[in-house]
Each structure stands twice: as structure tokens, then as C-alpha cells.
């Protein structure tokens, strides 16, 4: 699906919510990536087979000195 010189990562990959966006709708919170997956706030994507993915990441806090 990408044309992109460097491909972007493939929508089964791990990592592949850092493929380039196509469109962004932060108004309605979403953008479409360049392999078909669809990124919201939230963190959570919906690949293009269908398949929902819930936020994933790991998020750490600081640690306060």
C-alpha cells in the first residue's frame, strides 16, 4: 500500500503506528496512516482487516528527585 522511498511499517507489524499520515482529523480524533491503519487519540487503532488493537504503549512516569 505504501509508496513512500522507505516503506512504511506494514499494519501487522509492531510497529505500525509510525507509518506516515495520510489524513488527520484531530478535530474528531483520528488520523488515517499510510499502511491502512487508523491511529486515535486514545492510543487504541483499527487495522484495515477490521481488527481493533486497544492502547498498547507502555507509559511510564517520571521519576521525581
Do not use: K, Y
Not at 21 to 45: T, Y
Amino acid at each position: 500500500m505504501c509508496s513512500h522511498l522507505i516503506p512504511c511499517p506494514d499494519a501487522d507489524s509492531e510497529n505500525r503506528d509510525l507509518a506516515v499520515v495520510l489524513v488527520s482529523h484531530p478535530e474528531q480524533g483520528w488520523r488515517l496512516l499510510c499502511n491502512g491503519v487508523v491511529l486515535f487519540d486514545d492510543d487504541g487503532e483499527l487495522l484495515p482487516d477490521g481488527r481493533s488493537v486497544p492502547d498498547h504503549h507502555t507509559w511510564q512516569a517520571p521519576v521525581l528527585a
